[in-house]
């Protein structure tokens, strides 16, 4: 064995453990990240549905920031960056981003605008149809019906754009489960919507019998 084998093996072993360690610090880096993301975009959203639109976009920001943060995992350690962990969370800001612009009736951003890669974006545009659901039922118990039917086509829009997207889930990140299981999401609500509208039309039918009685 030649005597130089001894040297070379630990230099290549110490490059390895240097490797390592960077790559672990990423990973840990990301998780903390991903988890407070997953936070601020859960409690934008929760904003949103308050009608408290100054706070989620506050909420909105903070997680924007925190995945800026990612910028140099994405350049250095890019199979952490496109975990799932992480994947998750640009999903979540996603979601939170376009269920903020929906609701306050404003523009929705692109991927670029919010820095979020194709997949991310999409599984979360996906995720805001269940919210939009949620907006119309709270409205619907409120005994009030503004921009149900206007969010109703949004969820049609976005299902409609969803199902023309024909990748391999290992592409778009799983975007077939997430668009499949928001097709019954879709026909509940359109099926809730519809007997509140026509009970509705039916209680001022039965209201302008009795005027006229």
């Known amino acids: 064995m030649p005597s130089n084998y001894s040297d070379e093996l630990s230099r290549i072993a110490a490059g390895a453990v240097e490797a390592l360690t960077r790559r672990h610090q990423a990973r840990e880096q990301a998780l903390a990240v991903s988890r407070e993301v997953i936070r601020f975009s859960a409690n934008a959203i929760r904003a949103v549905h308050r009608g408290d639109f100054d706070d989620a976009r506050q909420l909105i920001d903070r997680a924007g920031q925190r995945l800026r943060e990612t910028r140099h995992i994405r350049d250095e350690n890019p199979e952490i960056y496109y975990a799932g962990f992480l994947s998750d969370a640009r999903k979540e800001f996603t979601e939170a981003n376009i269920t903020l612009a929906v609701i306050s009736r404003s523009d929705i951003p692109d991927p670029d605008a919010i820095d979020v890669d194709a997949p991310s974006y999409l599984n979360g545009m ?24 206007e969010f109703m086509d949004v969820m049609d829009e976005i299902y409609g754009i969803l199902v023309t997207i024909d990748f ?24 809730d919507l519809t007997i509140s509208l026509q009970q509705r039309r039916l209680e001022r039918r039965l209201a302008d019998m009795e005027k006229q009685s």
């Open 126 to 149: 996906a995720e805001v149809i269940g919210e939009l659901r949620r907006y119309i039922l709270d409205a619907l118990r409120r005994d009030s019906s503004d921009h149900c039917e």
């Open 168 to 191: 391999p889930e290992g592409v778009t990140g799983g975007l077939r489960r997430s668009t499949d299981a928001m097709r019954g999401v879709l026909e509940r609500t359109r099926g």
